[in-house]
């Protein structure tokens, strides 16, 4: 599964933001949903790209940060978009038209797929959001479904809350929804325990279980088939099996009992 190549035309505009570590976290949450353009109008902190607090929150996306474009006006920081959504939680009595953020997402990867130029979402201000007159500017007014009794979200985590459903959406789009990328399945990757491996583990398992009392060979029951069914349904990898066994051993065998027994052990 690959980030959606698409992703180079949103844009994350930060409208006059004061704290240069909100745009800092902010670069982090449009890098870890696959985006890059992020744009900052006028900050109140105009070298927030070498600001501490910035470059420490950032993290991983350093390199956004720096690379972010810094303009005066909002207009400037929207050339070439051909469709932008203004981030509010509430409608305004002469704005565009509201709607959800995730019907947002649906209709911005329209967009996307008309070839017709950039799109972008745009944040206002930590503490007071978008001005009315920024709000025009913008083509409709996208919400975040929040609490009404808790509504006010951080400005980096409204950007972050944006991005990933930008970035779900475009992945339902491409047939890769419900999945996740292979960095994040690591450990699907050992191998599967062999046939023979099994049967020698299950060997193993049960002079362990004789060992410990917990099997008697006159009456063995159902412990081993039982077992046998347990270690189907679970699929055991070759490392899975090489732990178990090492468990098996300790049972027949206590640390204990073993300690000095090697031999060429130094006096």
């Known amino acids: 599964?690959?980030?959606?190549?698409?992703?180079?035309?949103?844009?994350?505009?930060?409208?006059?933001?004061?704290?240069?570590?909100?745009?800092?976290?902010?670069?982090?949450?449009v890098k870890t949903m696959g985006f890059r353009s992020l744009w900052v109008v006028n900050p109140r902190v105009s070298s927030y790209r070498e600001d501490p607090d910035a470059v420490a929150l950032s993290t991983s996306s350093v390199?956004?940060?720096?690379?972010?474009?810094?303009?005066?006006?909002?207009?400037?920081?929207?050339?070439?978009?051909?469709?932008?959504?203004?981030?509010?939680?509430?409608?305004?009595r002469f704005g565009p038209p509201i709607e959800d953020l995730r019907g947002a997402a649906g209709r911005a990867c329209d967009f996307l797929a008309s070839e017709l130029g950039d799109i972008a979402f745009v944040f206002g201000t930590e503490r007071s959001g978008l001005t009315n007159e920024e709000i025009e500017i913008c083509q409709a007014v996208a919400a975040i479904p929040a609490d009404p009794e808790s509504p006010?979200?951080?400005?980096?985590?409204?950007?972050?809350?944006?991005?990933?459903?930008?970035?779900?959406?475009?992945?339902?789009?491409?047939?890769?929804?419900?999945?996740?990328y292979d960095w994040e399945k690591r450990f699907e990757a050992e191998p599967p325990a062999t046939v023979p491996a099994?049967?020698?583990?299950?060997?193993?398992?049960?002079?362990?279980?004789?060992?410990?009392?917990?099997?008697?060979?006159?009456?063995p029951k159902f412990l081993m088939p039982m077992t046998r069914r347990i270690v189907a349904r679970a699929g055991l990898t070759q490392p899975e099996v090489d732990l178990l066994r090492g468990i098996?051993?300790?049972?027949?065998?206590?640390?204990?009992?073993?300690?000095?027994?090697?031999?060429?052990?130094a006096r």
Not at 9 to 18: A, H, T
Not at 64 to 89: D, I, K, M, Y
Not at 152 to 166: C, D, G, H, I, K
Not at 199 to 204: S, V, Y
């Open 152 to 180: 006010s979200l951080n400005l980096a985590q409204s950007v972050q809350v944006t991005a990933y459903e930008m970035h779900v959406t475009q992945l339902e789009r491409a047939g890769d929804a419900h999945r996740l």
């Open 63 to 92: 390199d956004v940060l720096r690379e972010s474009r810094c303009v005066p006006t909002l207009t400037e920081a929207l050339e070439g978009v051909t469709f932008a959504w203004a981030l509010s939680g509430y409608d305004r």
């Open 248 to 265: 098996c051993a300790a049972i027949i065998r206590p640390k204990k009992e073993r300690a000095g027994s090697k031999k060429g052990k």
């Open 198 to 219: 099994i049967e020698g583990f299950l060997e193993h398992w049960q002079r362990a279980m004789e060992a410990c009392g917990a099997l008697d060979p006159k009456e």
């Open 1 to 29: 599964m690959k980030t959606p190549i698409s992703a180079s035309r949103v844009r994350f505009v930060l409208c006059e933001p004061s704290l240069p570590a909100n745009i800092g976290a902010a670069a982090r949450a």
